[in-house]
């Protein structure tokens, strides 16, 4: 593996990493991978945890992550006939679970950070700590947004997703995209690399490398435009030590017009299912 990138955590403890690319799979690794990834979600303004807006960068993902739910549920209804039962590892606060269970889904959820988990528990989402307090081969669905990249042991990590997702089930992964025009313009900036947290950074190509051999057949890859703004707004305060609304904004519409033509959007979603 070669060295791809140096680049820093931004967010919290300003250490620096490197990335370095498998050529075999696309993806690009995090490196060194801390000994106590805890530690770097512990932060108050870790918002996907929290549910606690601080500034209004905070507000913005809010907004979008409110947005977003009926859209998923749409999403997932398009692939499932009925409302079976439905997995979201990765859960954070629960809000997407709660969205599917007024939709008639029958939900479980897995979520390793504590105060997500009590922060669940208050819109009476109940998560649990770890995929091995689930039962296999028992869901029609399971999603994973933005979840994914954040995954230790992501062999074997995929390999318990596929135990616990029923024949022919549908698997949703959602992940940031390295190979975006935002990625390519952010560089060492790109707030979506977000290491160590991120531990994987994916492509098109990364995807089906890695779930292919597992039986998975990709049936569609959809963009999320809202990311390329959310994404280029956190990495201009990196690279700049500002908040640039206006600059942001026209980095994120350059990344989904360059998108439209190269199918490089800032992260998509994926849709396979399992043979």
């Not at 999403?75 to 859960?91: E, H, M, S, T």
């Not at 700590?129 to 062999?155: A, F, G, R």
């Not at 596929?162 to 952010?186: C, F, H, M, W």
């Not at 609304?245 to 998509?268: D, P, Q, T, V, W």
Request: proline share 4%.
């Amino acid at each position: 593996m070669k060295p791809y990138l140096n680049t820093r955590d931004y967010f919290y403890s300003q250490e620096e990493f490197t990335l370095v690319k498998d050529e075999t799979t696309d993806m690009l690794i995090t490196q060194p991978i801390p000994q106590n990834l805890e530690k770097y979600y512990q932060s108050e303004s870790y918002i996907s945890h929290s549910d606690k807006p601080k500034t209004l960068i905070d507000r913005i993902y809010l907004f979008v992550k409110n947005y977003s739910l009926k859209k998923k549920i749409n999403l997932i209804n398009r692939f499932v006939d009925k409302q079976g039962y439905l997995l979201d590892i990765g859960a954070g606060t629960g809000d997407f679970l709660l969205t599917a269970k007024q939709h008639n889904w029958r939900i479980d959820g897995v979520e390793p950070n504590q105060l997500a988990r009590t922060n669940a528990k208050t819109k009476g989402i109940i998560l649990k700590e770890s995929m091995k307090d689930l039962s296999k081969n028992t869901y029609d669905i399971i999603t994973l947004w933005h979840v994914l990249e954040h995954l230790p042991d992501l062999q074997e990590q995929i390999t318990t997703i596929n135990e616990l997702l029923k024949t022919q089930g549908i698997l949703i992964v959602a992940v940031p995209n390295y190979r975006s025009y935002d990625a390519k313009l952010y560089k060492e900036y790109w707030a979506a690399y977000d290491v160590p947290r991120h531990l994987w950074h994916f492509s098109k190509k990364s995807i089906l490398q890695i779930f292919t051999p597992y039986g998975f057949d990709l049936l569609e890859t959809k963009p999320m435009l809202f990311d390329s703004f959310y994404v280029s707004l956190l990495s201009e305060k990196y690279k700049t030590g500002k908040t640039n609304y206006l600059k942001a904004f026209i980095n994120g519409c350059m990344s989904n017009i360059k998108g439209l033509r190269s199918k490089e959007y800032s992260s998509h979603i994926y849709i396979l299912r399992k043979a």
